[in-house]
Nanobody
Framework: EVQRVESGGGVVQAGGALRLACVAAESTGEEDTIGWFRQVPGKEREGVSSISITDGSTDYAASVKGRFTISTDNAKNTVSLQMNNLRPEATADYSC??????????????????WGPGTQVPVSS
């Protein structure tokens, strides 16, 4: 089982920045894609960004492209999501998820096997 835990959430003003981290509990090779998702109560989970552990390719939702950056450290233990120029509509619970080897997760939640507990990001206007 691959365990990752999110950190870095917290209240931020509109226009501000926040950096989320998705940290592996232990080093593992049982991963293909790490995805960041966000969810607001009563709404469907939304894919924000993803990164391939195998080749480093990244993807972003249109709503965050140019403002959010996903990256990983050399050991691939930490996957970070730098969020700049945050807007009030970004308020949500943010979770990172792991897809198994050879499963390219993209923005489809059903393709991810392991999920972190989430971290809250309230953006005040």
């Amino acid at each position: 089982e691959v365990q990752r835990v999110e950190s870095g959430g917290g209240v931020v003003q509109a226009g501000g920045a926040l950096r989320l981290a998705c940290v592996a509990a232990e080093s593992t090779g049982e991963e293909d894609t790490i995805g960041w998702f966000r969810q607001v109560p009563g709404k469907e989970r939304e894919g924000v960004s993803s990164i391939s552990i195998t080749d480093g390719s990244t993807d972003y939702a249109a709503s965050v492209k140019g403002r959010f950056t996903i990256s990983t450290d050399n050991a691939k233990n930490t996957v970070s999501l730098q969020m700049n120029n945050l807007r009030p509509e970004a308020t949500a619970d943010y979770s990172c998820a792991v897809s198994l080897p050879f499963v390219v997760g993209g923005f489809l939640p059903n393709l991810y096997t392991y999920w972190g507990p989430g971290t809250q990001v309230p953006v005040s206007s």
